[in-house]
């Protein structure tokens, strides 16, 4: 899943608009729509955007990567296969400090 189709998810299911989330940064909606739809997220913005919609920073961070290297490749490769496994790996250590 890409960095911005996890932001997309994650603000729909906490009923959130693109406006809301947009002000919550300070940014425009149109930006904001940017984010979701190309993938990008501007580093400045992961912190808050973790704190918002309950994702991990450094998810947002190494979803973003993926993204980025996707972009250069044109596809997903294995280095982009082997990343998102690397991120689930994380996540679930994530989720076991957490209990």
Do not use: Y
Request: charged content about 40%; overall charge positive.
């Amino acid at each position: 899943m890409s960095a911005g189709k996890l932001i997309k998810k994650k603000r729909r299911e906490k009923k959130l608009t693109l406006l809301q989330v947009a002000e919550h940064l300070g940014v425009s909606e149109s930006m904001m729509s940017r984010i979701e739809n190309e993938t990008r997220v501007p580093k400045t913005h992961a912190k808050k955007l973790s704190k918002l919609l309950d994702i991990p920073e450094r998810e947002i961070h190494l979803l973003s990567l993926v993204d980025e290297i996707v972009r250069q490749f044109g596809k997903r490769n294995h280095i982009c296969l082997a990343l998102d496994m690397a991120i689930e790996a994380i996540k679930k250590q994530d989720e076991k400090k957490e209990k």
